[in-house]
């Protein structure tokens, strides 16, 4: 039998895939941020927050509407209100934004609303959904599953790929380790190993990875130096009233220090 070359192989493309999000390239000479709250949680908390970070770094605005919660009775995400706000802020700001689908009835519905369909990590082996938008033109940015090795990660990539859809962005998020000082355990040697694999953008959530706001910017400064093509962290204009993880998300005062960081320490990275 002839070995298959998986799309998202290098051996397949040798250039890098870069991907045009209105005026974003991904995957190109620009560092991109993706910023903003867990969850949408009123109109006016989405656009203060897509206020703030526009102009600080931010390309991207991100917000959940529908949110995969580890217990049903955690905040679920306003939902379907939850879009209209984020077309909202993304008017006002001119940021594209990024949200969550969970299910592929959901796709028709939030299709006008999203410049990306952002895949969780709960839901990175629901081959359903990933055909679904792998039927679709919108980027997808797909976050590694909660136990997922490399190989299952690209393979799920390729679900999306095999469908026509060849703007895949991957996003490492932490995987679960023995270690439980910290939520996740940032896999940081899978930045490397997927570069060299795959040509695909590769971004870096150090906010899921770490659970906790104080290490955001030492795992988002490692993420950059080995290579990822952006982050996306979680930023609250009120953290400590946040309704989803509020502990791991940046107030303004530390989102701006961490793009200032970035800056400082990647002196030929531009943002
Ligand atoms: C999120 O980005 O808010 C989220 C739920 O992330 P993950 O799927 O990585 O847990
Ligand atoms: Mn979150």
Same mark, same amino acid.
């Given at each position: 039998m002839t070995?298959?070359?998986?799309?998202?192989?290098?051996?397949? %493309?040798?250039?890098?895939?870069?991907?045009?999000?209105?005026?974003?390239?991904i995957g190109g000479d620009k560092l991109i941020i993706i910023a903003g709250p867990c969850s949408v949680e009123s109109r006016e908390q989405i656009l203060d927050i897509a206020e703030y970070v526009k102009g600080k770094g931010a390309a991207i605005l991100r917000g959940g509407a529908f949110k995969p919660r580890t217990s049903p009775y955690s905040f679920r995400g306003l939902g379907r209100v939850a879009l209209e706000y984020l077309l909202e802020a993304k008017k006002r700001t001119g940021l594209s934004v990024i949200t969550e689908i969970m299910s592929i009835h959901e796709l028709e519905?939030?299709?006008?609303?999203?410049?990306i369909f952002q895949?969780?990590? *709960?839901?990175?082996?629901?081959?359903?959904? %990933?055909?679904?938008l792998g039927a679709q033109k919108k980027p997808v940015l797909?976050? *590694?599953?909660?136990? /997922?090795?490399?190989?299952?990660?690209?393979?799920?990539?390729?679900?999306?790929?095999?469908k026509g859809n060849s703007n895949v962005i991957l996003c490492e998020r932490g995987i679960r380790t023995f270690e439980t000082s910290t939520r996740n355990t940032l896999d940081i040697n899978c930045i490397p190993v997927l570069?060299?694999?795959t040509h695909l953008p590769i971004f870096v959530?150090?906010?899921?990875? /770490?659970?906790?706001?104080h290490y955001v910017?030492?795992?988002?400064? /490692?993420?950059i130096a080995a290579?990822?093509?952006?982050?996306?962290?979680?930023?609250h204009n009120n953290p400590g009233k946040a309704l989803s993880d509020g502990e791991q998300s940046l107030d303004y005062k530390m989102y701006e220090r961490l793009v200032f960081e970035i800056s400082k320490t990647f002196k030929n990275i531009t943002i």
């Open positions: 070995k298959i070359i998986p799309l998202s192989s290098k051996k397949k %493309l040798q250039l890098k895939t870069k991907i045009k999000v209105n005026n974003v390239e519905y939030m299709y006008d609303y999203v410049d895949v969780g990590s *709960r839901n990175m082996y629901n081959y359903d959904l %990933l055909e679904v797909l976050k *590694r599953g909660l136990s /997922a090795t490399v190989e299952e990660f690209l393979m799920a990539a390729e679900y999306v790929l095999l570069k060299e694999k959530d150090p906010s899921h990875a /770490a659970g906790n706001k910017l030492p795992l988002a400064l /490692a993420a290579g990822a093509d952006g982050i996306m962290v979680e930023v």
